[in-house]
DNA sequence: TAGTGGTCTAGACCACGTT
DNA sequence: ACGTGGTCTAGACCACTAG
């Protein structure tokens, strides 16, 4: 295929001319086949080749756009085996975004959650605007507490929009073994793909000073979560207190 | 150059055998140029074609290499103009990393900060293992408050190394404007490139209360944070406490 | 041995910014 | 018009994994 301006080929804007390159063209396609579940999580995508084939491009051009979605952690390059549909089963004990770590990195932690409710509610305003549903739409409300180390560390808060985890229970949920999202993917064909967090120090109120085995008062991190899937659309929001005495958030700046 | 395993050309191991791609035999070069200062931060560094020439490679291999230095942010290349090193100067405003956002982000926050103290202390056994330094070796503090928005919202210490950080006084951090980065690279030639940080809710005790105008035991982010400079060696120890009522930590997961 | 991703090259042309 | 980074191609060969 020959390379020119937006005005060729696949993506070509309607009249706004912004310039995008080939391999950006093939990256949106792809994301397209991994958004209608032509490959699902954990399987090979085809090799570099036969994709050039399929579009008509160089592998080269593959390369790039697959080389991106690699960065974002979409995909996973194995030399020798294949590319494959990133997962939350194969993080299995390192939850992949759960930024929670052990002072002291002997304590294994080992994860363990427990349902404490799962109900229906009616979007607020606040959490229609965030999921990009209307206010009332039907909510999915779970509450969990998590055990880290034997010891109660996190009491999560999660809303999801009912119309897409139709027959998430309190049943599913305790029947599940690891990560809520590899439920989610494998159940409601769901991939969480990103995720924005707000973080706060607040004062634990009553009722999570009890869960959590604390005084009324002690400082928790709140941490306020909005998590995407494929085209960046927002599927659950979830509020977690975090007893960070023997944990902390890590994070890297670059 | 023709492309053999690591027994050939720059970087061949001794006897380990670890195979290194040339690209990232000619990154390590780079950094190396980088940390010896031949070209400073907000200057050009050479056209790809020269360094090519330079390198005796492609000008594909030395791409690929400027390619991951500006995925890590110590470089920054710029269509038609060339590429740059990073520097804490240009991000001004937006304080590469400082995490912290105005809930209402209609709020922008002007930040100014008053130097609270600037001594001399010895490295207790944790910052000398966090500074790979001894214990005992010289270190300068720096404890300082910010304002966000008028409004008292961060307390730093800081602690450096002191042979490296030689001649930084009170009136030194009073002069300078902008971000404190800024002023490593500029006056020490020391360029922060990344940082890990642990992040606690804590509670204030009754001196830090004061400074930011809340009550004692009100809820407080300890951001604890440690910044390399190339080659990842650690340069600075650093402890925020963040009033995070009217502001919070954003952070992105992939 | 075959297939996959990974590296490297050489060359052509495009887009952007400056002169 | 020129120089810079950005895109694309075609082809060769290397490294890793599996049958």
Not at 112 to 133: G, P
Request: hydrophobic residues 40%; proline residues 4%; contains cysteine.
């Amino acid at each position: 295929m020959s390379f020119s301006s937006s005005s060729t080929g696949r993506g070509g804007a309607i009249g706004g001319a912004a310039f995008s390159p080939l391999y950006k063209q093939i990256k949106a396609l792809l994301v397209q086949s991994l958004h209608a579940g032509e490959w699902k999580p954990g399987e090979s995508i085809p090799s570099e080749l036969d994709l050039a084939a399929r579009f008509q491009v160089s592998q080269g051009t593959v390369r790039k756009a697959i080389d991106e979605l690699a960065a974002e952690n979409l995909l996973i390059r194995r030399q020798g085996k294949g590319t494959f549909v990133a997962t939350h089963h194969e993080a299995q004990v390192r939850y992949r975004f759960l930024r929670l770590t052990p002072d002291n990195p002997e304590n294994t932690q080992r994860a363990q959650s427990t349902i404490l409710e799962c109900s229906r509610q009616k979007a607020t305003q606040e959490i229609a605007r965030l999921l990009e549903i209307r206010t009332g739409d039907a909510l999915i409300y779970i509450k969990r507490l998590m055990n880290l180390g034997n010891r109660p560390s996190v009491i999560d808060e999660i809303w999801l929009p009912a119309d897409v985890f139709k027959g998430l229970t309190s049943e599913v949920l305790i029947h599940n073994k690891g990560p809520l999202y590899g439920l989610f993917e494998t159940k409601f064909g769901v991939s969480m793909i990103r995720a924005e967090e707000k973080i706060r120090a607040i004062a634990a109120n009553a009722q999570v000073a009890d869960f959590l085995n604390v005084s009324e008062g002690f400082p928790l991190l709140q941490v306020d979560r909005v998590s995407y899937t494929y085209g960046d659309r927002p599927m659950e929001i979830r509020r977690g207190l975090y007893l960070t005495d023997q944990y902390h958030y890590r994070n890297s700046l670059n």
